[in-house]
């Protein structure tokens, strides 16, 4: 059952890690196209974009599709930090039994 829940865990994280990614990627070129200013720090599209996104910095801004991007990097970036950190914990427990 152990084995289970880490592989679960794992996947769960390997499929929402790329998922945030990628719509930030989506979120980052349709700011960039529609001419908005970026926030300090978060127009060259490095990670700051993510917390910025996060924060749901993008509402001043938003249009429909930004709203859409930006929601789901949010809920894909914390479900990948979530299902990092338990699988982390998880195999520190089986090390340790």
């Known amino acids: 059952m152990d084995d ?3 592989f679960l ?3 769960l994280a390997g499929s929402a890690g790329p998922a ?3 719509f930030r990627l989506l ?3 349709h700011h960039r196209d529609r001419g908005w200013p970026f926030a300090e720090g978060t127009e060259d599209g490095q990670w700051g974009y993510s917390a ?3 924060k749901r910095g993008y509402a001043r801004d938003a ?3 930004m709203a859409f991007f930006g929601f789901w990097a949010f809920l894909s970036g914390w479900i990948a930090a979530i299902a990092i ?3 982390a914990v998880m195999i520190v427990m089986r090390q340790y039994p």
């Open 9 to 11: 865990t794992l996947g």
């Open 20 to 22: 945030h990614i990628g």
């Open 52 to 54: 910025w996104l996060m």
């Open 27 to 29: 979120a980052h070129r």
């Open 63 to 65: 249009d429909r599709d």
């Open 4 to 6: 289970f829940i880490l």
């Open 85 to 87: 950190a338990c699988a």
